[in-house]
């Protein structure tokens, strides 16, 4: 009696020993990515880490949720025990979603594990606006006359915006014509107050 109740302990514990083994070496998929992805027209490619730390051959799927298009390089279809794969994300570049972030997400699976990983991805502004901003503003800062209004008007209206920024550029705009013609008036004033002897 005392060795059939020993020898059903004995086997229950064989048992979870052998189901935390089992469990332990067969999720052990590690995925490295960047939390925040800001693709410009220059640099438009982020790199995702994966490592089957198992002893098992794991075939590896990767999905990815992204607003664009975009190619995968160096993605293999398996992953050997206790090796990695780099795989680069080349994405297609929109310079129509400039000045936006996404909220996006991967999924590394294979045949008995999923992980999902979510991070933002921010489209820069194309350098060819970047650099008139830049011309621009040096512009001003060399003449510094009533005319810089105009021109920092015309600069930010390079820009990319968004449809929630038009009416913050009208009340630039406004603000800057405002500040011109109150200059001016000033100026005026005091010239009237130097000829009148005051």
């Known amino acids: 009696m005392i060795v059939t109740e020993l020898s059903e302990k004995v086997n229950l514990i064989l048992v979870a020993l052998f189901t935390l083994l089992l469990f ?15 693709v410009s027209s220059k ?4 790199d995702i880490y994966i490592y089957n730390d198992s002893e098992k051959i794991k075939n590896v799927s990767l999905k990815l949720n992204l607003p664009v298009e975009y190619t995968l390089k160096n993605m293999p279809s398996v992953i050997g025990g206790k090796n990695s ?24 699976e294979t045949e008995n594990e999923k992980i999902k990983h979510e ?11 970047v650099k008139v901003v830049v011309v621009e503003v040096e512009k001003e800062a060399e003449e510094k006359s ?25 009340d630039i705009i406004l603000a800057l014509i405002a500040a011109v013609l109150l200059i001016a008036f000033i100026s005026r004033y005091v010239k009237r107050l130097h000829s009148m002897g005051v």
């Open 43 to 46: 640099n438009n490619s982020f």
């Open 85 to 108: 794969a780099n795989v680069t994300v080349a994405v297609d570049y929109d310079e129509k979603l400039a000045m936006q972030k996404y909220a996006c997400s991967l999924e590394v």
């Open 146 to 170: 009533e005319n810089n209004a105009l021109k920092t008007a015309t600069a930010m209206l390079t820009m990319p915006l968004n449809m929630d920024s038009y009416e913050l550029l009208v």
């Open 119 to 129: 991070f933002t991805l921010k489209f820069a502004p194309a350098e060819e606006k």
């Open 24 to 38: 332990t070496s067969s999720f052990a998929l590690v995925v490295r990515a960047p939390n925040e992805v800001i």
